[in-house]
């Protein structure tokens, strides 16, 4: 596996337009009911949380405890792999912000 493959791999993993928003919701060991989430992330339809949930947890980023109750309680929190991810992201976010003002961005110069 070539590490350009691997680093596409990773994102995919991550990709999905909610995806990020959740686990920002999840870091730092918080364990939040669907219903939380939903609170949380209001412009998510309750499918598209689902699914992204579900996909989330199939990669091994999300843990699902379901509790034996009526209603059913179900929560998610990350697994300490997923919790790892964090520092990952911290540093992709700063990378973003050294990011230099490409020529079209820069203010006009007054001549």
């Known amino acids: 596996m070539t590490a350009a ?5 990773a994102i995919q ?9 959740i686990l920002f919701h999840l870091f730092g060991g918080k364990t939040l009911r669907f219903s ?3 609170r949380a992330i ?15 947890e199939q990669d091994g980023i999300v ?10 309680k179900v929560e998610y929190h990350l697994t300490d792999w997923g919790q ?4 990952a ?4 976010l700063a990378w973003a912000e050294r990011r230099p003002l490409l020529k079209r ?3 006009p110069s007054k001549a």
């Open 36 to 38: 939380d989430l939903e």
């Open 89 to 92: 992201l911290d540093e992709l």
């Open 105 to 107: 961005e820069e203010a």
């Open 42 to 56: 209001p412009a998510v339809s309750q499918k598209m949380l689902s699914q992204q949930l579900r996909q989330l």
């Open 84 to 87: 790892s991810l964090c520092p």
């Open 13 to 21: 993993m991550l990709d999905g337009r909610w995806k990020l928003v």
């Open 63 to 72: 843990a699902r405890i379901v509790h034996a109750q009526v209603p059913p």
């Open 5 to 9: 493959s691997g680093i596409e791999g």
